[in-house]
């Protein structure tokens, strides 16, 4: 019903950026919060960052000053502007969103994920 499609992601050294987006599309009324959460090889999935409808954010500690969330609300996009990377930022990250759907019902959603791999 709703779908999630990543982009961006890759290889990296440490000290650089990479950006990831993230489009929504589907049978979807409205979109609440959108956001990034990453896993780790061995490690539970974290949250990064995430941002409202009105745009109101919130950050794991160890990206801020770093990543940038930012949102489209008219294309139903996020963006993740990751800079000053760092070795352990290597995960897998993924796109999620709390979606109201046509009939109402309130879901959440995952994309299939992002390698971002960061070297020394």
């Known amino acids: 019903q709703v779908q999630l499609v990543e982009s961006g992601g890759g290889l990296v050294q440490a000290g650089g950026s990479l950006r990831l987006s993230c489009a929504a599309s589907?049978?979807?009324?409205?979109?609440?919060?959108m956001g990034w959460y990453r896993q780790a090889p061995g490690k539970q999935r974290e949250l990064v960052a995430v941002?409202?409808?009105?745009?109101?954010?919130n950050y794991a500690e160890f990206v801020k000053g770093r990543f940038t969330i930012s949102r489209d609300n008219a294309k139903d996009t996020i963006d993740l502007r990751m800079n000053s990377l760092k070795p352990e930022d290597t995960a897998v990250h993924y796109c999620?969103?709390?979606?109201?759907?046509?009939?109402?019902?309130?879901?959440?959603?995952w994309g299939q994920g992002t390698q971002v791999t960061v070297s020394s």
């Open positions: 999620t969103t709390h979606v109201r759907l046509r009939d109402s019902s309130l879901r959440r959603y």
């Open positions: 589907g049978n979807i009324f409205s979109i609440n919060a």
């Open positions: 941002i409202s409808s009105g745009g109101s954010t």
